[in-house]
């Protein structure tokens, strides 16, 4: 059974930066589809950004521009680099992943998810 932990969450001012670590144990990212999912009290979870196992990433157009993922096969870490953070970025991030040949941009299809670590960004 894998298992996602989460870091790196935290209290910024608007404008702010901040990256998010997600250590991965008992599988291998290079034939997972990772991605970083949020969820806003009285919201459904919603993908942020999703990586396949080639590399290509896909983006929500909230983020675009200002979030980046990426992946160290070295270490099996996840990142998400974080920047120009706004109030409505407010969330609790996590980390998921699932064995998918295809990467949907859907938090549905994850089964592996990490507890997940609180962004919080103030005005």
């Known amino acids: 059974q894998a298992q996602l932990v989460e870091s790196g969450g935290g209290s910024v001012q608007s404008g702010g930066s901040l990256t998010l670590s997600c250590a991965v144990a008992?599988?291998?990212?290079?034939?997972?589809?990772m991605g970083w999912f949020r969820q806003s009290p009285g919201k459904e979870r919603e993908a942020v950004a999703v990586?396949?196992?080639?590399?290509?990433?896909s983006y929500a157009d909230s983020v675009k521009g200002r979030f980046t993922i990426s992946r160290d096969h070295a270490k099996n870490m996840l990142y998400l680099q974080m920047s120009s953070l706004q109030t409505e970025d407010t969330a609790m991030y996590y980390c998921?992943?699932?064995?998918?040949?295809?990467?949907?941009?859907?938090?549905?299809?994850?089964?592996?998810w990490g507890q997940g670590t609180q962004v919080t960004v103030s005005s």
């Open positions: 990586i396949a196992s080639d590399g290509s990433t």
């Open positions: 998921a992943a699932g064995p998918m040949a295809w990467c949907p941009f859907s938090p549905d299809f994850f089964n592996i």
């Open positions: 008992g599988a291998t990212l290079g034939r997972q589809c």
